[in-house]
């Protein structure tokens, strides 16, 4: 069964204390990984779009790598409006419409 | 950019009456839009895939009768909520994908609908 697994659940930082966010998945041939940020009570915003294991895209504090089994999405030197619950997503490889299946999110928060 | 918009962004309605959320993607033109359900502290639940002229494809257990879906235009989609009930009380979010391109979702900022 194709799914997204993140984790953590929940991660505290404090702010300048760098870490890293990850996304298992497992489908039947990658046709892209998604990360979003949403903030609460409003709708998520697209960060990035990964194709092939090997790749990386950088966004200010943030950076995605892919792998063929995961992605990792690196925030580095994290500051308090990084707070955030990030998500990932793949595209369903047997849906012709775009679907996207997505993880439950990590809730990034960053204290001052 | 690609921006997304939804009208309105909140709604108050009474149990029985029926509610229209309106998702516009306001530059560029969107070869389908779809359309979520989030509950607190969840991620998000697709409700169904909307292509302009055709019919919607709903997920499983959502009930089409109930949750209209029109997408009059590449670039205007709308969901009814028909004969809402508290249980319909939900924070509904749309999104769209452009024409040739790959296959990134652009989001709306969401609709809070209160049933009472």
């Known amino acids: 069964e194709d799914q997204v697994t993140q984790s953590p659940e929940a991660l505290r930082l404090q702010e300048g204390e760098s870490s890293s966010l990850n996304c298992s998945y497992t489908v039947s041939g990658l046709r892209g990984l998604f990360w979003y940020r949403q903030d609460p009570g409003k709708g998520p915003e697209f960060l990035f779009t990964l194709y092939s294991a090997g790749e990386e895209k950088e966004k200010e504090r943030l950076k995605a790598t892919l792998t063929k089994k995961e992605s990792f999405l690196h925030i580095t030197a994290p500051k308090p409006e990084d707070s955030a619950t990030y998500l990932c997503?793949?595209?369903?490889?047997?849906?012709?419409?775009?679907?996207?299946?997505f993880g439950q999110g990590t809730e990034l928060s960053v204290k001052p | 950019g690609a921006v997304v918009s939804q009208h309105p962004s909140r709604v108050i309605c009474k149990s029985g009456t029926s509610v229209k959320i309106e998702c516009r993607s306001l530059d560029f033109q969107a070869t389908t839009m779809f359309w979520y359900r989030q509950f607190p502290k969840k991620s998000l639940m697709l409700m169904a895939t909307?292509?302009?002229?055709?019919?919607?494809?709903?997920e499983q257990g959502v009930e089409k009768d109930k949750f209209l879906i029109n997408h009059a235009s590449l670039t205007l989609s709308t969901l009814t909520v028909t004969s809402a009930h508290p249980e319909d009380s939900s924070f509904y979010i749309c999104?769209?994908?452009?024409?040739?391109?790959?296959?990134?979702?652009?989001f709306g900022p969401g609709t809070r609908l209160t049933v009472t």
């Open positions: 997503a793949v595209r369903d490889p047997y849906n012709q419409g775009g679907k996207l299946i």
């Open positions: 909307s292509n302009e002229g055709s019919k919607a494809t709903y």
């Open positions: 999104s769209a994908r452009r024409i040739r391109e790959g296959g990134e979702q652009y």
